[in-house]
C-alpha cells in the first residue's frame, strides 16, 4: 500500500531548496571550492546515476547486487521478522527488491530520498509490486533531521539499510556521526544494513568514475546545470572538465570539476572568479578495510555482526547492530 504525505513532502522539498542554495554558497566562497555531492541527484542525476550502474566500469553496483542475490536469505535471517525497513538514498530501490522478497513479515517499507519525482515514481512501482507492504516515502535529506512515520503496527525492531557505498561519500568524522544518528534512530535491537566498497587496484578502481562513454562525466556536470536552472547561475558546461583521481594515501576517489580558463561565474547576485585550472571539489569515495569500517562503526554505537562480500573481494555488505 502506497502513502502519500503531501504536506510534510512539500516542507521538505522547500527546507532542501533553500539549502541548497546556502551549501553552494558556501562551497564556492571556500578554497579549494567545494559542492555537496546529495546534489547530484535531481531527476536528470538519477537518471544518469542508473546509467553509471549499467556501465562495464562501474563494478560497484553489479557487484552489490550480486552479493544480494547470493546472500538475501543469510540476511533477512539476521534481520528477523516485523522489520521496519528504512532505506536513506534509496534511488531506485532495485537492491532493496532482493530484501524485500524474502523478508518475513515486513512491518513498513520507508525510503528516503531527496530527489521528490524520483522517489515517488519509485515508491509507487515498490508498492504495486508489493501489495500488502506500507510503503511510505520522504522526501528528505538524509545527511539532516527527518522524522520517520508510524507504520499501522509495531514493529518489531527498526533497520536502516544505506547500500551503494553511500557511507564513502563521507569524510571519516562525518561518517562516523552518520551512522551514530542511524544507531539513535533504530534504537535498541535495531541495526544497520550498510554496503561498503573494498580497497583494491588503483586501476579498477579509477576506471569506475572515468568510464569511456562519458557518462560519470555529464552526471558530473549535471550539478552546474541544476545550479543554472534552479538557482539561477550561468554556468558554462563546456568550461569545465570532470576528474576523478584515485588518493591511495587517504584511500578514497577524489572527483572534481576543472574550470579549463579564467572565468567568472554569476549564482544569483553573487559572482565568483575561477582561475584556468582551479577545482570544484563534488565527491570523494573512500574505500575500506572491513576491519578498518568496523571500527568506526564502534565509535557510532555499532557492532559488526555479519559480512558477506563477493568471491574477489571487490564489495561488502556489513550487518551492524545497535549496542546496549
Known sequence: ??????????????????????????????????????????????????????????????????????????MVAVLGTGVILIELGSGSSVKTRLLLNHLADPVAYVPVDISREHLHKSSRKLAAAYAHLDVIPVCADFTGSFSVPQPKRKPARSVVYLPGSTIGNFETEAAIALMGRIARLCGPGGGLLIGIDLQKDVETIEAAYNDDQGVTAEFNLNLLQRINYELEGDFVLDQFWHEA?????????????????RQVVNVGEESFCFDKGEVIRTEYSHKYAIDQFASMAVAAGLALRRDWTDDKDLFAVLYLEVTP
Open 1 to 74: 500500500m502506497y502513502h502519500d504525505e503531501p504536506s510534510s513532502l512539500g516542507l521538505a522539498d522547500e527546507a532542501v531548496s533553500t539549502t541548497f542554495l546556502e551549501d553552494v554558497m558556501s562551497g564556492l566562497n571556500r578554497r579549494p571550492k567545494t559542492l555537496p555531492c546529495k546534489y547530484f541527484y535531481d531527476e536528470r542525476g538519477s537518471q544518469l546515476f542508473d546509467q553509471i550502474c549499467e556501465l562495464d566500469e562501474y563494478y560497484l553496483t553489479r557487484t552489490e547486487l550480486e552479493i544480494m542475490r547470493r546472500f538475501a536469505p543469510d
Open 245 to 261: 583521481d584515485y588518493d591511495e594515501v587517504r584511500g578514497r576517489v577524489e572527483i572534481s570539476l576543472i574550470s579549463k580558463q
